[in-house]
């Protein structure tokens, strides 16, 4: 009740996407204080590192909290479908998003591994610092969020910012940052659509043109200098 009313009277709202946008019209506030400016990141501090020349077989990269909301499980019966050689790489501790949320989930996901004998192809290495996620993202050929719900999606901007080819459900800063066949591939959380997508970025050539396309556009729209002006434009319209 609080925040409602703070939000209610307060003379502008920011909200860091689309999908925050709508939340908050249904939360209540009125359309014209709500501003979207996302949230912003130094592509610079993520290593624009060519991508892997070893074609035999393709990293795909996770980065998130281990949480059911996050249906990694498709991920794991995704790849498990396919039938090039791949390494699959989970960073990230489990977590609970909500108290209803059942406790085990990271348990139940390593039991999914042994049962489509993906064990040896699957790593779950666990938390990890902020300072260290850069040296994670640059061992990655492409990032695969299969999230059911997102408000932002921090990962996501940091893998495109790292330059990597993106396969993501239509959550958060995904829908504004992927166009498919161009930066990546939007999915709807099927298994076997994630299977195909994965398999058309074994082609080299795709995903270094993508993993470039996608850095530029967020530089273009996350960069730092592009955030502070849209706040500073904010402040003085008001």
Not at 87 to 92: C, D, F, S
Not at 206 to 227: A, C, N, P, Q, T
Request: charged share 25%; hydrophobic share 40%; glycine share 6%.
């Amino acid at each position: 009740m609080t925040f409602k009313a703070s939000a209610k009277s307060a003379d502008a709202v920011v909200v860091s996407s689309k999908l925050e946008y709508e939340d908050a019209i249904e939360f209540g506030i009125k359309k014209d204080k709500l501003h979207v400016i996302p949230m912003g990141i130094d592509v610079d501090d993520y290593m624009n590192k060519p991508v892997r020349q070893n074609e035999d077989s393709i990293n795909i990269l996770f980065v998130g909290r281990i949480a059911r909301v996050r249906r990694i499980e498709i991920l794991l019966q995704a790849v498990a479908k396919l039938s090039i050689p791949f390494y699959l790489t989970l960073v990230g501790g489990e977590e609970k998003t909500s108290s209803l949320s059942r406790s085990g989930y990271l348990d139940e996901l390593k039991k999914l591994c042994g049962s489509l004998n993906i064990n040896d192809r699957v790593t779950f290495i666990g938390p990890v610092a902020q300072d260290e996620l850069f040296n994670w993202y640059s061992k990655g050929d492409i990032f695969v969020y299969p999230s059911l719900y997102e408000n932002f999606g921090q990962p996501i901007l940091e893998a495109a910012a790292a330059g990597l080819p993106i396969i993501s459900t239509p959550v958060g800063v995904a829908q504004e940052i992927i166009t498919d066949n161009k930066t990546g591939f939007l999915f709807n959380g099927d298994d076997q659509e994630l299977t195909d997508r994965i398999t058309q970025l074994t082609d080299l050539s795709l995903r270094k043109e993508m993993g470039k396309v996608v850095r530029e556009r967020v530089r273009s729209l996350y960069g730092w200098e592009e955030i502070i002006k849209q706040y500073l434009d904010l402040y003085q319209s008001l």
